[in-house]
């Protein structure tokens, strides 16, 4: 299969990348910044285009790797072209390949093919794609296809249903952004115990990467440690009496959450105390 990309970003260059190097054909790409496909055709080994239409016909697998406003706008456009067998996908988390109305009158198909996984560089991240986990949703005649694409490469894949892609991307988010947010929260509270801010993140690391291992290693339920663990009503009142009002609406929103979790771990111990003092 030749693959073409509309797109020239981060997740254009570094699919583009991942699939070249693991010896697929790209034909190239189109972008709104021809400077832009040049340096993606550069950097993969392929050819830059001015022309969207003749990307299309050139290529039998085209990736719509824009953002997400702009994928439906892009997809209007591609349809006032004459192509048939072809395969039309996107990169979107959130989105599902509903997006791509009218497709199959075009005897074609449409798939959202999603690496979880943060796409920061464009220029290194493709070495990292390797061990992303891909979810792929979309038309049920190239699904196995699609699927044992990215399998080849050593990749793990996930079938997901369209109705299943928002909470998909909800699960994705919480994993990544909103744990961002948590952190930062930790941070401040180091820095207003006076900790500098590179010292504040520093001193933490230990402490969050150890956790993220162990729940890699053992899951969420069995790693989770702390004073809700252990039921220490007493230092979780402390905790509340310290926090600005911000800080206690994410504290309690997130030790909610952690009291089911400790309730999972321990079925026997009686938590209603903790809940009514997070409450």
């Known amino acids: 299969m030749k693959f073409g990309f509309i797109g020239a970003g981060k997740v254009g260059f570094s699919l583009g990348k991942y699939l070249a190097v693991n010896n697929q054909e790209v034909t190239g790409y189109y972008s709104e910044f021809y400077e832009d496909a040049i340096e993606a055709a550069q950097f993969t080994g392929s050819r830059s285009y001015e022309n969207m ?40 988390g959130a989105l599902s390949s509903e997006i791509f109305e009218g497709i199959s009158e075009r005897e074609s198909f449409g798939y959202s093919i999603h690496p979880l996984f943060a796409v920061s560089d464009k220029y290194t991240s493709y070495k990292d794609l390797s061990n992303s986990f891909f979810t792929i949703e979309g038309t049920e005649a190239c699904l196995a296809q699609m699927k044992a694409l990215f399998e080849g490469f050593g990749n793990s894949v996930c079938v997901i249903s369209k109705e299943d892609k928002i909470k998909y991307h909800a699960a994705a988010a919480t994993a990544s952004n909103l744990v961002v947010g948590v952190l930062n929260m930790a941070e401040k509270l180091m820095q207003d115990c006076g900790f500098e801010g590179q010292q504040a993140s520093k001193a933490l690391a230990p402490i969050i990467r150890g956790n993220v291992e162990n729940i890699i290693r053992q899951g969420s339920v069995n790693a989770l440690t702390g004073p809700i663990e252990r039921n220490d009503v007493s230092t979780v009142k402390k905790h509340l ?20 979790i400790a309730k999972e771990k321990y079925p026997e111990r009686n938590y209603d105390e903790m809940e009514e003092v997070l409450s």
């Open 53 to 92: 239409e003749q990307l299309l016909q050139d290529s039998d697998v085209i990736f719509l790797t824009v953002p997400d406003g702009l994928i439906g706008k892009l997809w209007n456009q591609l349809k006032t072209y004459h192509f048939a067998n072809k395969i039309v996908c996107h990169t979107s």
């Open 241 to 260: 009496s310290v926090l600005t009002e911000q800080e206690l609406e994410i504290y309690r929103s997130v030790s909610g959450r952690l009291v089911e």
